[in-house]
């Protein structure tokens, strides 16, 4: 309770916050993100923004009374970022498929169009050195002006969107990847097309720099935009499932009229709708006639069809397989199971993990430190790095002897020439993009995964702590158990039959809702037994309830309940009731006119995968422990069960989420544990909010799968451990990634300024230092698509 009260007390004070999507245009690395995210802060009015740079979209928090999202985007467009809010209908499922549909088709064009000038650019630079392999020379080819037009030619029409884009940049303070390349290819020309004009420098030209580079570019962020698209797919495909169209009916038992058609997002809730066999569902529903079956596995992850009856419910963008069905619409729009998990995916999407800070903060002054890289390296070279190795002017003079031969002109390597190649080679060799791609496109392979097999994980911040986790804690009815408590003894211990004690016991049941109650109801109806006549039903939370059956009191409840009506139980019955209890049942009294008449014991059956899931995690190396409100003896039977020797029972729902704090900050010797609760009710979502992870299965209240940050769709325990299992395998691959990422930059540098050219004369070409640079890129979104195969094998 110390906890509560100052929370609330800040959201009294503090302006209501709002959140806006943003659709960021332009972002080519992590310094443009960090950039973006910087210009965003910087709004008044603004309180946080995460933006991905894979997906292009910014998640704003923002005082409504003090700025809008339309001038947020006016501001961000003005420093180079053409972006946009999106609108409600932008962000419907049906929007958002026709907007991905066509951006997929703007996208495939763009990569032709990439490709083709790519390969234009690289054959014909290659075409035009074919002679210094020992080849033939092609005289118009090999002819020093048409470099010099094709070197023109590359930097007025696909390297335009580049320049620009790179000098705006440095303008606003905000240099990137396309500044470095801009820096680099500029300086090749320019330095190329004065040795051209004054030959009398004695300086070389080398135009075939400017053009490689560009080529190596575009060849690079084609492959990687390409390499991208597999990486977003499963998320695609949730998107693309809701159908178009929906067939609305007048008459739900009528099966003559087959409706007309409307489109999707005209459908209202209470309005009826037919769907035929092989047909989706296209909102979420309940069936009112006709039954079938339902393939719900690019939802929930269920392989197995389930059958749908009158009354069962329905998930838009599942496939009917089998029969004609009638459907109530219960929920449209945004509130569509389908809409919830694409709009929980996104939003994971945007959640970074912390291990990304080291990455952003390295990527925010990237840039510059390159720039002052490429300034040292250059100055050097030219003053110090020459006089001190002069042997390195002879070690690279058969480097450059093509490009004096394509010159037509005897000229001999000078130090400024060296210098200024190796200082382009710096600028055009880093690669903030691969920083920049890490997290994100592992993020991105990893929630698509999760969401294809019914695993919603939010964020990757959650990753990281899934990989930090020491604790594992169970909530028991609902979670270990089915949550569907059935009868399993009736035992009178009066002149009633057990069949009596069960009809009498329904129809004092019959004046609550307790799942107990339901039960015995239920066991009761398969019976055929009628309810009695009974009246002035009163209940007491926690203990029981009594009522009035033919004129006679009768009682149900705990042990506690019949003493506070003055009803003793003998040792006999003490004694039957525990061992019931040990057996892991719950123990209902019966008692009639003052007297005990009997004892209905119910149990919660086991979910058939608690024993090998709590197995498992144990094996992963994580301590497994059981909280209940249930009794000690159900509870401890349970845990027997299932193999867990941690237990606390009786516990309420605030003092279950005191047990996980305690757990979080240690005790004595016991170190401070990374906990996760897993529950599925409403008691359960203190608990799951307190714990560093919270997983909620689906089927569970809504409020406990609002406040879990994994939430498994399939209902199936098992998918705890395919969640962790997931989690750590995604972590994993953002780990490589900006291993690779920072490990590619401390190397390549170094290699790119001429480290081994003394020692070992070797030094990089700009040319090849490009398509060093690509190749990260592609490297690193590869490898987290590769994830898909590497995580079907490890379930």
Same mark, same amino acid.
């Given at each position: 309770?110390?906890?509560?009260?100052?929370?609330?007390?800040?959201?009294?004070?503090?302006?209501?916050?709002?959140?806006?999507?943003?659709?960021?245009?332009?972002?080519?690395?992590?310094?443009?993100?960090?950039?973006?995210?910087?210009?965003?802060?910087?709004?008044?009015?603004?309180?946080?923004?995460?933006?991905?740079?894979?997906?292009?979209?910014?998640?704003?928090?923002?005082?409504?009374?003090?700025?809008?999202?339309?001038?947020?985007?006016?501001?961000?467009?003005?420093?180079?970022?053409?972006?946009?809010?999106?609108?409600?209908?932008?962000?419907?499922?049906?929007?958002?498929?026709?907007?991905?549909?066509?951006?997929?088709?703007?996208?495939?064009?763009?990569?032709?169009?990439?490709?083709?000038?790519?390969?234009?650019?690289?054959?014909?630079?290659?075409?035009?050195?074919?002679?210094?392999?020992?080849?033939?020379?092609?005289?118009?080819?090999?002819?020093?002006?048409?470099?010099?037009?094709?070197?023109?030619?590359?930097?007025?029409?696909?390297?335009?969107?580049?320049?620009?884009?790179?000098?705006?940049?440095?303008?606003?303070?905000?240099?990137?990847?396309?500044?470095?390349?801009?820096?680099?290819?500029?300086?090749?020309?320019?330095?190329?097309?004065?040795?051209?004009?004054?030959?009398?420098?004695?300086?070389?030209?080398?135009?075939?720099?400017?053009?490689?580079?560009?080529?190596?570019?575009?060849?690079?962020?084609?492959?990687?935009?390409?390499?991208?698209?597999?990486?977003?797919?499963?998320?695609?495909?949730?998107?693309?499932?809701?159908?178009?169209?929906?067939?609305?009916?007048?008459?739900?038992?009528?099966?003559?009229?087959?409706?007309?058609?409307?489109?999707?997002?005209?459908?209202?809730?209470?309005?009826?709708?037919?769907?035929?066999?092989?047909?989706?569902?296209?909102?979420?529903?309940?069936?009112?006639?006709?039954?079938?079956?339902?393939?719900?596995?690019?939802?929930?992850?269920?392989?197995?069809?389930?059958?749908?009856?009158? @009354?069962? &419910?329905?998930?838009? %963008?599942? !496939?009917?397989?089998? #029969?004609? =069905?009638?459907? $109530? /619409?219960? +929920?449209?729009?945004?509130?569509?199971?389908?809409?919830?998990?694409?709009?929980?995916?996104?939003?994971?999407?945007?959640?970074?993990?912390?291990?990304?800070?080291?990455?952003?903060?390295?990527?925010?002054?990237?840039?510059?430190?390159?720039?002052?890289?490429?300034?040292?390296?250059?100055?050097?070279?030219?003053?110090?790095?020459?006089?001190?190795?002069?042997?390195?002017?002879?070690?690279?003079?058969?480097?450059?002897?093509?490009?004096?031969?394509?010159?037509?002109?005897?000229?001999?390597?000078?130090?400024?020439?060296?210098?200024?190649?190796?200082?382009?080679?710096?600028?055009?060799?880093?690669?903030?993009?691969?920083?920049?791609?890490?997290?994100?496109?592992?993020?991105?392979?990893?929630? @698509?995964? &999760?969401?294809?097999? %019914?695993? !919603?994980?939010?964020? #990757?911040? =959650?990753?990281? $702590? /899934?990989? +930090?986790?020491?604790?594992?804690?169970?909530?028991?009815?609902?979670?270990?158990?089915?949550?569907?408590?059935?009868?399993?003894?009736?035992?009178?211990?009066?002149?009633?039959?057990?069949?009596?004690?069960?009809?009498?016991?329904?129809?004092?049941?019959?004046?609550?809702?307790?799942?107990?109650?339901?039960?015995?109801?239920?066991?009761?109806?398969?019976?055929?037994?009628?309810?009695?006549?009974?009246?002035?039903?009163?209940?007491?939370?926690?203990?029981?309830?009594?009522?009035?059956?033919?004129?006679?009191?009768?009682?149900?409840?705990?042990?506690?309940?019949?003493?506070?009506?003055?009803?003793?139980?003998?040792?006999?019955?003490?004694?039957?009731?525990?061992?019931?209890?040990?057996?892991?049942?719950?123990?209902?009294?019966?008692?009639?006119?003052?007297?005990?008449?009997?004892?209905?014991?119910?149990?919660?059956?086991?979910?058939?995968?608690?024993?090998?899931?709590?197995?498992?995690?144990?094996?992963?190396?994580?301590?497994?422990?059981?909280?209940?409100?249930?009794?000690?003896?159900?509870?401890?039977?349970?845990?027997?069960?299932?193999?867990?020797?941690?237990?606390?029972?009786?516990?309420?729902?605030?003092?279950?989420?005191?047990?996980?704090?305690?757990?979080?900050?240690?005790?004595?010797?016991?170190?401070?544990?990374?906990?996760?609760?897993?529950?599925?009710?409403?008691?359960?979502?203190?608990?799951?909010?307190?714990?560093?992870?919270?997983?909620?299965?689906?089927?569970?209240?809504?409020?406990?799968?609002?406040?879990?940050?994994?939430?498994?769709?399939?209902?199936?325990?098992?998918?705890?451990?395919?969640?962790?299992?997931?989690?750590?395998?995604?972590?994993?691959?953002?780990?490589?990634?900006?291993?690779?990422?920072?490990?590619?930059?401390?190397?390549?540098?170094?290699?790119?300024?001429?480290?081994?050219?003394?020692?070992?004369?070797?030094?990089?070409?700009?040319?090849?230092?490009?398509?060093?640079?690509?190749?990260?890129?592609?490297?690193?979104?590869?490898?987290?698509?590769?994830?898909?195969?590497?995580?079907?094998?490890?379930?």
């Amino acid at each position: 309770m110390v906890q509560v009260s100052p929370k609330s007390e800040t959201t009294t004070t503090q302006p209501e916050l709002a959140t806006a999507f943003l659709d960021v245009k332009g972002m080519k690395c992590a310094g443009c993100v960090k950039a973006v995210e910087r210009q965003l802060t910087n709004n008044p009015g603004v309180v946080s923004a995460c933006v991905n740079l894979i997906t292009e979209v910014a998640v704003i928090k923002y005082t409504p009374a003090e700025i809008e999202p339309e001038t947020i985007a006016a501001k961000l467009t003005a420093v180079g970022f053409p972006s946009e809010p999106r609108s409600r209908e932008s962000q419907k499922i049906g929007g958002a498929y026709h907007s991905v549909t066509q951006r997929h088709a703007e996208e495939k064009q763009q990569q032709i169009k990439g490709l083709t000038v790519a390969a234009i650019l690289l054959l014909f630079s290659t075409i035009g050195h074919i002679h210094h392999l020992g080849g033939p020379s092609i005289p118009i080819l090999s002819n020093i002006w048409f470099h010099w037009g094709l070197a023109t030619l590359a930097l007025l029409i696909p390297g335009r969107p580049i320049f620009i884009d790179g000098w705006r940049g440095l303008r606003h303070g905000m240099p990137n990847m396309n500044t470095l390349v801009s820096l680099g290819t500029g300086s090749a020309y320019l330095t190329s097309f004065i040795a051209l004009v004054f030959p009398q420098l004695g300086w070389e030209c080398f135009f075939d720099e400017p053009v490689m580079l560009l080529g190596f570019i575009l060849l690079g962020r084609t492959l990687e935009a390409r390499a991208r698209g597999r990486a977003s797919a499963a998320l695609e495909a949730l998107v693309a499932l809701q159908p178009p169209v929906a067939r609305l009916i007048g008459d739900p038992n009528s099966f003559e009229s087959s409706g007309i058609e409307i489109p999707v997002e005209q459908v209202q809730v209470g309005e009826w709708l037919r769907v035929l066999p092989g047909e989706k569902i296209p909102v979420d529903g309940e069936v009112v006639a006709g039954q079938t079956t339902v393939d719900e596995s690019m939802v929930t992850g269920e392989s197995i069809p389930v059958a749908k009856l009158p @009354g069962d &419910g329905l998930i838009g %963008g599942t !496939l009917n397989l089998s #029969g004609a =069905i009638a459907l $109530k /619409v219960t +929920q449209v729009g945004e509130d569509t199971t389908l809409a919830k998990i694409i709009t929980s995916v996104e939003e994971a999407q945007t959640r970074k993990a912390p291990v990304q800070q080291l990455a952003d903060t390295v990527a925010g002054y990237f840039a510059y430190g390159v720039i002052i890289i490429a300034l040292l390296t250059f100055g050097f070279w030219e003053f110090i790095g020459t006089k001190i190795f002069p042997e390195v002017m002879t070690q690279i003079s058969l480097g450059m002897g093509h490009q004096m031969s394509m010159s037509q002109m005897a000229i001999a390597p000078t130090p400024f020439l060296l210098s200024l190649k190796l200082a382009i080679s710096v600028l055009v060799i880093a690669c903030p993009c691969a920083l920049g791609l890490a997290t994100p496109t592992a993020i991105l392979v990893g929630t @698509g995964i &999760g969401a294809e097999r %019914g695993l !919603l994980i939010k964020g #990757g911040d =959650i990753l990281e $702590k /899934v990989h +930090q986790l020491d604790t594992i804690v169970f909530d028991k009815t609902g979670t270990l158990t089915v949550g569907h408590p059935q009868v399993t003894d009736c035992i009178s211990v009066s002149d009633l039959t057990s069949t009596e004690l069960l009809q009498l016991a329904a129809t004092v049941e019959s004046g609550t809702t307790h799942p107990l109650g339901t039960a015995i109801i239920e066991a009761a109806q398969k019976e055929e037994l009628p309810f009695i006549k009974a009246e002035q039903f009163y209940t007491k939370a926690g203990l029981g309830i009594s009522a009035i059956v033919e004129g006679k009191s009768v009682l149900l409840g705990n042990q506690q309940w019949l003493e506070e009506n003055q009803i003793n139980l003998s040792e006999l019955i003490k004694t039957q009731a525990q061992s019931l209890l040990n057996a892991g049942k719950t123990v209902v009294y019966v008692a009639k006119e003052g007297n005990l008449a009997g004892l209905i014991a119910l149990q919660d059956p086991l979910r058939t995968d608690a024993q090998d899931t709590v197995k498992q995690l144990q094996q992963l190396g994580l301590q497994v422990i059981l909280v209940t409100g249930d009794q000690p003896e159900p509870a401890q039977a349970i845990a027997s069960q299932v193999g867990i020797t941690q237990v606390f029972a009786q516990i309420p729902p605030q003092e279950k989420a005191n047990i996980i704090k305690s757990l979080q900050v240690g005790k004595g010797e016991q170190k401070p544990q990374i906990v996760a609760m897993v529950g599925d009710g409403i008691n359960d979502a203190p608990a799951l909010a307190q714990a560093d992870i919270g997983i909620a299965l689906h089927g569970g209240t809504q409020v406990a799968v609002e406040t879990a940050a994994i939430v498994l769709m399939r209902e199936q325990l098992k998918d705890v451990v395919h969640s962790i299992q997931l989690s750590l395998a995604t972590f994993n691959k953002i780990r490589q990634n900006l291993f690779w990422a920072l490990g590619y930059n401390v190397i390549a540098i170094p290699i790119a300024a001429g480290i081994l050219l003394p020692n070992f004369g070797f030094v990089l070409s700009p040319a090849l230092a490009a398509a060093l640079m690509a190749s990260s890129s592609i490297l690193v979104v590869t490898n987290s698509v590769l994830l898909h195969r590497q995580f079907s094998r490890s379930i």
